[in-house]
């Protein structure tokens, strides 16, 4: 089928496929999604008894922007742009974060530590009732490294000295000064073993 401009173009229609088609959200489709991302004042809790730097701090964390933690706290944007940028701040959000990342890793060494029984009966069943001899060997081996029947590493140092030394005396008294500047160095060879 085609189609004729008024100015006499001829455009030929083309059939929408799931490839050509891109769908554009309506204005109140796209408010709706803002609505739902976005958080609202009145989900806030009250945080009247904080001081100042930790009410906007949990704002910033919840994710209100400057100008909605201005309106909640009453405090003017210029100064909440001055709490934001201050050091006090990014410390506090900082340690603030840590210590939230430190109850995450808490809970996966406690969901790791109720598992660690399972993994142990599992590794031990490998080790007794695997058709490979190489990986009952390595089983074998990690349960014997897990319960401190490693063997022990050996280490071996090799050093080389270069140079001289010496060690000096000193004393108040001029005499024995003289003297023990006049002593000679000790020369030695050393063998490389």
Do not use: W
Not at 41 to 56: A, E
Request: proline share 3%; charged share 30%.
């Amino acid at each position: 089928m085609q189609i004729t401009l008024p100015n006499g173009q001829v455009i030929e229609k083309v059939e929408p496929t799931q490839q050509n088609v891109v769908k554009i959200k309506t204005n109140t489709q796209l408010q709706q999604e803002d609505a739902e991302v976005r958080r609202k004042l009145s989900d806030l809790p009250d945080l009247t008894n904080v001081n100042i730097i930790s009410q906007v701090l949990c704002y910033n964390l919840y994710g209100l922007s400057l100008q909605d933690i201005s309106t909640v706290t009453k405090i003017s944007l210029e100064n909440i742009q001055t709490i934001v940028m201050s050091q006090d701040f990014a410390d506090y959000k900082k340690k603030m974060l840590a210590s939230i990342k430190e109850l995450d890793e808490g809970d996966v060494r406690n969901y790791l530590s109720k598992a660690s029984k399972r993994a142990a009966e599992k590794v031990v069943d490998i080790m007794q009732n695997c058709a490979n001899p190489k990986f009952s060997l390595l089983a074998a081996q990690d349960i014997l490294d897990r319960s401190g029947q490693r063997p022990v590493d050996v280490v071996e140092h090799k050093m080389k000295v270069d140079n001289e030394l010496r060690i000096l005396y000193i004393t108040k008294n001029d005499n024995e000064k003289k003297q023990l500047e006049n002593i000679k160095p000790v020369d030695a060879e050393y063998e490389e073993v």
